[in-house]
């Protein structure tokens, strides 16, 4: 299985800060990676696909980059909504593995 | 507007076999591929398996032995079946529709499974 490890594992910042999150994969995944944001009690959802696409309606100040190994998922100007975990994902091989979370907590 | 909805039994007894239905509304069912995930405490996200709505299905290979995802095209359904459940599949469930393969873009409430004796 393809290992992803993110970092750091939770994380605390004030409204307004700029913050980034890595994801690192076991093996080269191209940019086959998803993030997901995960507020309490519900499900996931897909903020950007394919390493670096935004999906609709998913605000500009959340970014994606990276290729390969290594994996980096920002969020510039933080907003109150935006705390919550988030999840990397890949979808390079069988089975599909996601990263550990991160918990980005208010400061 | 797409929308999973999911159920089934929410507690069972060890060896007992899980059996969780996500119907499809809004959407077409042709296409996709329809995934379970579920989510512990103690081990994340754990990707189970998905079907594709032709029927050709691939399942993680730690449940394989214990694991079958069907799906009826008629009623817009697809199923799950986890048998022999333990303490360590008590989980939160999610039904997912996987877009281009695996982008997991709309997910069903999910379900808490607990499995207790």
């Known amino acids: 299985d393809i290992q992803m490890t993110q970092s750091p594992s939770s994380l605390s910042a004030s409204v307004g800060d700029r913050v980034t999150i890595s994801c690192q994969a076991s093996l080269d995944i191209s940019i086959y990676l998803n993030w997901y944001q995960q507020k309490p009690g519900k499900a996931p959802k897909l903020l950007i696909s394919d390493a670096s696409n935004l999906e609709t309606g998913v605000p500009s100040r959340f970014s994606g980059s990276g290729s390969e190994t290594d994996f980096t998922f920002t969020i510039t100007s933080l907003q109150p909504e935006d705390f919550a975990t988030y999840y990397c994902?890949?979808?390079?091989?069988?089975?599909?593995?996601f990263g550990q979370g991160t918990r980005l907590e208010i400061k | 507007q797409v929308q999973l909805q999911q159920w089934g039994a929410g507690l069972l007894k060890p060896s007992e076999t899980l059996s969780l239905t996500c119907a499809v509304y809004g959407g077409s069912f042709n296409g996709y591929y329809w995934t379970w995930i579920r989510q512990s405490p103690g081990k994340g996200l754990e990707w189970i398996g998905e079907i594709y709505h032709s029927g050709s299905a691939n399942y993680n290979p730690s449940l394989k032995s214990r694991v079958a995802i069907s799906r009826d095209t008629s009623k817009n359904q697809v199923s799950l079946k986890l048998s022999s459940m333990a303490a360590a599949d008590t989980a939160v469930y999610f039904c997912?529709?996987?877009?281009?393969?695996?982008?997991?873009?709309?997910w069903g409430q999910g379900t808490l499974v607990t499995v207790s004796s």
């Open positions: 997912a529709r996987g877009r281009q393969l695996e982008h997991f873009d709309y």
């Open positions: 994902q890949q979808y390079h091989n069988l089975p599909i593995t």
